[in-house]
């Protein structure tokens, strides 16, 4: 079993920046060959990739609407991933959520095994 709990998310204008994190905690299996990734999910529309990064390796992902703009890292100590938002706009506005799977990176939600209970992030215009 994994626990995820994200924290971060708040209120910003356009252009403005917001870092989220993700504390993991796992019972019984080192977080080594984990995938940890972030998804977002907008009023009416269907939950999306956002970034992705392999836990031992580091080796990142992105989805081509936050390439450039979004940073997504770890700190292997605190067992907590961060998503780095900048030059954010209001189509970033959604619930973000923090995920994991045991195996190699995917943009798949669906191969996703674990999930946190979402951070709604807001950017006004």
């Known amino acids: 079993q994994v626990q995820l709990v994200e924290s971060g998310g708040g209120l910003v204008q356009a252009g403005g920046s917001l870092r989220l994190s993700c504390g993991a905690s796992?019972?019984?299996?080192?977080?080594?060959?984990?995938?940890m990734g972030w998804f977002r999910q907008a009023p009416r529309k269907e939950r999306e990739f956002v970034a992705a990064?392999?836990?031992?390796?580091?080796?990142?992902y992105y989805s081509d609407s936050v390439k450039g703009r979004f940073t997504i890292s770890r700190d292997i100590a605190k067992k907590t991933m961060y998503l780095q938002m900048n030059s954010l706009k209001s189509e970033d506005t959604a619930v973000y959520y923090c995920?994991?799977?045991?195996?190699?990176?995917?943009?798949?939600?669906?191969?996703?095994?674990?999930w946190g209970q979402g951070t709604q992030v807001t950017v006004s215009s």
């Open positions: 796992a019972s019984g299996r080192a977080l080594g060959t984990y995938t």
């Open positions: 990064i392999s836990w031992s390796g580091g080796n990142t």
């Open positions: 995920a994991s799977r045991r195996s190699s990176p995917s943009l798949s939600l669906g191969e996703y095994d674990y």
